[in-house]
């Protein structure tokens, strides 16, 4: 058994952070929510304001951790790549090596650094298919982080653990992602897709949910991830012995389709739906048979329970948690 009583966990008040540290909490660990720009927010954590390109502070938070949770990001902040990704994530798992404190170290990653969308994704998204990430800092550094933790694991023996998630939904970012109304959410972004007419009957009111289609007319499909399940993921690699030196896939069971899920929420909503044709994503799905088999997830969320979900958040009026202003 690891044993493991005292959770360090960056990036603490993101839209991972904060639902991890209560689940955490819930656990029974005590959790260190170490954040630089906004408090965690979570009843019960302890909060450290931690620059984690601050070598001695983050030496200092780490040596009385018995686990690490690296969830700190650059998100496609140009002068953040190097700063969090690359001398934040050396700290963390340098200090982790000299310290010998963690027992396990855990990165939040994404499948961006296998291109998804904008890469040929012939067969399912393995663990072992080689980073090819799109353009952008975000996927950038997800490859600098994930390398980092590989050869930490093999240089010096660090417990690194790598969890590589899909696009993470929480709230109702699903339903602000599929529909046209109000601000965009992920890509792509429905406007640039839409003909003027459309854009203008939109921009007066009125709503309606997309059914995306190649332009040979087949519906699109990619994977997406809840933020519940991200959570049991975590939980897991904090158990799990022997997943040392490992990246494990986290995704639903099954991509979804735009037609089929626009449907379904155009339906939940009241709204019509809106064909659309995105002449440059590409379909891709995620195999997370690796996570089932050997970290134990199990995912309990569908595109339709997780409408679903995002639908009962909206009718009775909770508050959304504080973004980072970045739209994804």
Same mark, same amino acid.
């Given at each position: 058994m690891l044993n493991?009583?005292?959770?360090? #966990?960056?990036?603490?008040?993101?839209?991972?952070?904060?639902?991890?540290?209560?689940?955490?909490?819930?656990?029974?660990?005590?959790?260190?929510?170490?954040?630089?720009?906004?408090?965690?927010?979570?009843?019960?954590?302890?909060? #450290?304001?931690?620059?984690?390109?601050?070598?001695?502070?983050?030496?200092?938070?780490?040596?009385?951790?018995?686990? #690490?949770i690296h969830l700190a990001s650059c998100k496609e902040d140009r002068e953040a790549v190097i700063k969090v990704?690359?001398?934040?994530?050396?700290?963390?798992?340098d200090a982790a090596m000299r310290t010998k404190t963690p027992k396990r170290v855990v990165l939040a990653s994404g499948d961006a650094v296998n291109g998804i969308?904008?890469?040929?994704?012939?067969?399912?998204?393995?663990?072992?298919?080689?980073?090819?990430?799109?353009?952008?800092?975000?996927?950038?550094?997800? #490859?600098i982080e994930e390398t980092m933790f590989q050869q930490y694991y093999y240089q010096a023996g660090v417990p690194a653990v790598v969890l590589r998630m899909s696009w993470i939904q929480a709230e109702d970012d699903i339903l602000t992602h599929l529909t046209v109304a109000g601000d965009s959410f992920g890509v792509p972004v429905w406007s640039e897709l839409m003909t003027d007419q459309q854009r203008a009957r939109f921009a007066s009111g009125g709503d309606a949910a997309v059914a995306l289609r190649h332009p040979d007319g087949r519906p699109m499909r990619r994977h997406i991830v809840a933020v519940e399940d991200c959570v049991q993921a975590f939980l897991l690699?904090?158990?799990?012995?022997?997943?040392?030196?490992?990246?494990?896939?986290?995704?639903m069971n099954d991509p979804f389709?735009?037609?089929?899920?626009?449907?379904?929420?155009?339906?939940?909503?009241?709204?019509?739906?809106?064909?659309?044709?995105?002449?440059?994503?590409?379909?891709?799905?995620?195999?997370?048979?690796?996570?089932?088999?050997?970290?134990?997830?199990?995912?309990?969320?569908?595109?339709?329970?997780?409408?679903?979900?995002?639908?009962?958040?909206?009718?009775?009026?909770?508050?959304?948690?504080?973004?980072?202003?970045?739209?994804?």
């Open positions: 493991i009583k005292r959770v360090m #966990v960056t990036g603490a008040s993101g839209k991972l952070g904060g639902p991890l540290c209560e689940a955490l909490l819930s656990e029974g660990y005590h959790v260190i929510g170490a954040d630089r720009r906004l408090p965690v927010g979570v009843a019960g954590v302890e909060e #450290v304001q931690l620059d984690v390109a601050d070598t001695a502070a983050v030496e200092e938070a780490v040596s009385r951790s018995d686990a #690490v990704s690359a001398q934040g994530t050396f700290n963390l798992l969308y904008f890469n040929e994704q012939p067969v399912p998204i393995t663990e072992a298919i080689p980073m090819v990430a799109y353009p952008g800092y975000y996927a950038f550094s997800k #490859v690699a904090l158990k799990r012995d022997g997943i040392e030196g490992h990246t494990f896939m986290i995704a389709d735009y037609v089929d899920a626009a449907a379904y929420a155009a339906n939940r909503l009241g709204i019509e739906t809106l064909d659309l044709v995105d002449p440059v994503g590409k379909d891709f799905c995620v195999d997370t048979t690796k996570s089932r088999y050997l970290l134990g997830y199990r995912p309990k969320h569908d595109i339709y329970s997780l409408i679903d979900s995002a639908v009962e958040f909206r009718q009775v009026g909770r508050s959304r948690r504080p973004r980072s202003g970045f739209k994804g």
